[in-house]
């Protein structure tokens, strides 16, 4: 195999064909001799006026070229294999559940939520009435919070697992090719739950189950392992030899239950801070320098971070193109998450802006032992909620106005539907987290002109960035410390952050579990 890099790829040339024969060309060769050229990466390069594309060309001899494989190619009849119980049909819960029958595993799969499909009806409730369903919202049900999390799917997890494959299966199942070789690859939150919705029909038709509206609400272990679980309150399921716990960062009630039981579990760092969201062309024109984007060029994204007072501040989930939305898991709190659909076509870009937080923040929660970051969390969504009119309008500031610290005469149009109020977020944000936003966005400025502009709104509160829990596991085993048999997965236990990395890890979990079966129980 031969590589060609085509570093200056003119954005209206994109052309796969044409691009594949002028690398065999660069190399002296020809289709004639048998050769075969597949694109590898295209990455986006905006620096200068013009963008362009990176294009990375493999060119094989024929003999040596094979077709990639269909990983799905290995999936198996499952239906009467002894089953691997999975808790949460996420990222992690689903791909840990492919893997499963890959194995020759049944997965059992227990998710709170409902289908892809039902679970529009409940984010419609949370957008336009402020009804919030504990159990169906922005981050439970199927496919996790990543099914309405913009879909991003770029990870720096590479000595995880194969995220080729990964990447490969949701193609398999109705992505567009282009997440294969695109460099910060992104499907988008309409096309996500069909994703999701075909990956839940692979797993059923090769003997799988996933059982929808089903929540744990109890376990029982003892020195030989896990060996049941109580759902919905009041149906037990034992002889259960191998669980794997994927549940997401927000399922509060199973750090409590684990605490209940025993279940060691640990605090781990997390952020806290608002989401900013800007017009978009405002973006496009600090990082493109052109306002109205020539045709195929994408809306702009950025990353910036800095250091305040010995904290990091950094944005968080850049949503370009995107939505603000409401992603409170229980009545009487707010948090807001962005997302963004498939052509990123919205005239709003987004990004969480959070700060590091340290025990110095919570140290009046205590009390809470391990918990005490979580109910440090939990606080300040209930605290922001309470400041309102009882509904998820979110209070908010013009970008220029939280710096100042004054109340908005005014609010910017936003993309955030059940709407905005105004008000002056340093009297609802911990202090130390309020001040260090205000400083580090004066930082921002310096390296993005243009980005402190009152046309931007700060809007609260962006709270879920990662789980403030951590399930511990054994490095090499990937099972619990404590607990035979159960087997921490996924952003909930704190061992990923995104769909990919919960994808890898989930994959990774399954392994170990199914290796745990076969050296103990056969």
Known sequence: ??????????????????????????????????????????????????????????????????ETPNFSDEFQ???????????????????????????????????????????????????????????????????????????????????????????????????????????????????LPKIVANIRSSIESFGGEVRFD????????????????????????????????????????????????EVLIEPKPFALGVRIEHPQPIIDEIQYSQREREAGLPAASYKLVCQVKDRGVYSFCMCPGGLVVPAATAPGEIVVNGMSLSKRDSPYANSGTVVAVEEEDYQSFRKHGVLAGLAFQKSVEQKVFRAGDGSQKAPAQRLTDFVKGKVSADLPDSSYIPGLWSAELGSVLPKGIHERLVKAIRQFDQKMKGYYTHEAVVIATESRTSSPVRIPRDRKTYMHLQVKGLFPSGEGAGYAGGIISAALDGQNVAKAAVRYLKENLL
């Open 77 to 191: 009849d499952v239906s009467q294999a002894r089953p691997i119980y999975i808790i949460g049909a996420g990222p992690a819960g689903y791909f840990a559940a492919m893997e499963c029958i890959s194995q020759g595993y049944k997965p059992i799969i227990i998710e709170r939520g409902k289908d892809a499909q039902a679970r529009r009806r409940d984010l419609r409730a949370i957008q336009q009435f402020g009804e919030v369903n504990p159990h169906s919202n922005y981050c439970f049900g199927e496919g996790g919070a990543g099914t309405y999390s913009d879909g991003k799917l770029y990870t720096r997890s590479h000595k995880r697992g194969n995220i080729f494959k990964a990447m490969k299966l949701l193609v398999e199942h109705g992505a567009k090719e282009d997440i294969l070789i695109d460099a910060h690859p992104h499907i988008g939150s309409n096309k």
């Open 1 to 66: 195999m031969q590589t060609v890099e085509l570093k200056k790829v003119p954005l209206e040339a994109w052309d796969e064909d044409a691009l594949k024969w002028e690398a065999i060309q660069r190399l002296g060769r020809s289709e004639e001799e048998g050769v075969v050229a597949q694109i590898d990466k295209r990455s986006l390069d905006a620096r200068s006026k013009r963008p362009f594309y990176r294009i990375r060309v493999n060119v094989f001899n024929r003999e040596e070229y094979h």
């Open 214 to 261: 089903t929540y744990m609400t109890d376990l029982q272990w003892d020195d030989r392992g896990i060996h049941s679980i109580q759902v919905n309150g009041k149906e037990w399921i034992h002889d259960i030899k191998a669980l794997i716990l994927a549940t997401g960062h927000s399922a509060r009630d199973v750090y409590e239950l684990l605490l209940c039981r």
